[in-house]
């Protein structure tokens, strides 16, 4: 079964830097998209970045600048590292994918579990 394992996090003052981690692991044939979403507490989920398996990426505007997307596709992992954190970057982190895992007939989205992140004033 494929799953998306989240590692990294945690709390940071305002102004300082954190990275966070996703492996995706399990029976996979192909990744297309990598990326990551956040959803503050009684916010919607939103977009953060993406980064394709070629290496395009895409970032909101909210964190362009600051926020830097990477993927290793021979680990099948995709890397975020957030520099100038702000109280509003305070969220849920989720690392999302959209896998063809072996023996389906197209690609599926999947979605980690989720780690915290808590930026200070």
């Known amino acids: 079964q494929v799953q998306l394992v989240e590692s990294g996090g945690g709390l940071v003052q305002a102004g300082g830097s954190l990275s966070v981690s996703c492996a995706a692991s399990?029976?996979?044939?192909?990744?297309?998209?990598m990326g990551w979403y956040r959803q503050a507490p009684v916010m919607q989920r939103e977009l953060v970045s993406t980064?394709?398996?070629?290496?395009?990426?895409n970032y909101a505007d909210s964190v362009k600048g600051r926020f830097t997307i990477s993927r290793d596709n021979a680990k099948n992992a995709v890397y975020v590292q957030m520099n100038s954190l702000k109280p509003e970057d305070t969220a849920v982190y989720y690392c999302?994918?959209?896998?063809?895992?072996?023996?389906?007939?197209?690609?599926?989205?999947?979605w980690g579990q989720g780690t915290q992140v808590t930026v200070s004033p």
């Open positions: 999302n994918a959209d896998l063809w895992e072996n023996g389906q007939t197209n690609y599926r989205n999947y």
């Open positions: 980064i394709t398996k070629g290496g395009s990426t």
């Open positions: 399990g029976s996979i044939f192909r990744i297309y998209t």
